[in-house]
């Protein structure tokens, strides 16, 4: 596991104001010297960010733990509030097990269900939470902001955001955003394995989140691509069935985490 200095919590009004504008944020870490994306809903609890994931993603909030350092990307600007800003936030992780849901329900989950329309088909009543009981509990990954640079914003679908691992397995990723024919809207990061992702989503509902990448080598100026995605945009509109099949795999993979948990109170791990 990286070493990481020590240094007292950070918490800035102004980037806690614009992650809470967010709807949606990525974020970045290195595995094994190779970048890493994930798609989240940034959050503010009382003890700062977070990332509140279902106990479906138990091996990527433990990967995020692990790595000990992330960086936060914030760029997509659709239906963001007016304190958004395009940034890169780069943190220390401490991952919080929550299997009874009980720290989630009294403390995100109402920010939740303002920003994430599809979580309210889940839990937006006492009747609904009970039901989808497996929902509450989640994987709350603390972020302890170090520092914050600016980001460039997406503009269109075409733009994408370039994620390039740090020096040796426990570097800081860099990132920036690709505009129209791989323009840089920002400095370019320093050569190393990399990700180009792109993203659509579907609004207002967001029910459809299409992500995709392109994997290889950004040799400082170039991505030198080495595995393609097999196709962009957003997915096709689920019919009733499809739904029913999503709903299901999400109840399954929630369960599945939760049985790899042993019943305890929360649980803090981390660097």
């Not at 919590?9 to 809470?20: I, S, T």
């Not at 190779?34 to 479906?56: E, T």
């Not at 395009?86 to 989630?104: C, I, K, M, Q, S």
């Not at 097999?230 to 299901?248: C, D, E, K, Q, Y």
Request: proline share 12%.
């Amino acid at each position: 596991m990286p070493e990481v200095p020590p240094g007292p919590v950070r918490r800035d009004p102004d980037v806690e104001a614009a992650l809470r504008a967010a709807v949606v944020a990525d974020v970045a870490w290195t595995v094994e010297g190779r970048p890493r994306v994930h798609g989240v809903l940034p959050l503010v609890g009382p003890d700062g960010p977070v990332l509140a994931l279902p106990w479906s993603e138990l091996e990527t909030a433990r990967s995020l733990a692990a790595a000990g350092r992330v960086l936060l990307c914030l760029s997509e600007p659709q239906g963001a509030g007016r304190a958004w800003r395009p940034l890169g936030v780069r943190a220390r992780t401490r991952l919080e097990e929550d299997p009874e849901g009980d720290v989630f329900t009294a403390t995100l989950l109402e920010q939740e269900l303002l920003r994430w329309p599809p979580s309210r088909l889940l839990a937006d009543s006492v009747l609904l939470r009970r039901e989808h009981w497996w929902w509450l509990p989640r994987l709350l990954v603390h972020l302890e902001v170090l520092d914050d640079s600016p980001l460039g914003a997406r503009e269109s679908r075409e733009d994408q955001l370039l994620v390039v691992a740090g020096d040796g397995a426990g570097g800081w990723p860099e990132a920036t955003v690709t505009g129209p024919a791989g323009a840089l809207r920002g400095p370019a990061p320093a050569p190393g394995p990399a990700l180009l992702l792109g993203q659509e989503l579907s609004w207002p509902d967001l029910e459809r989140w299409g992500r995709w990448s392109w994997q290889g080598r950004w040799d400082g100026a170039q991505l030198q691509v080495e595995q393609a995605p097999g196709s962009t945009g957003l997915p096709p509109v689920p019919g009733l069935l499809r739904r029913w099949r999503r709903h299901r795999a999400l109840e399954r993979a929630c369960r599945a985490g939760l049985a790899a948990a042993p019943p305890a109170t929360p649980r803090v791990t981390g660097p």
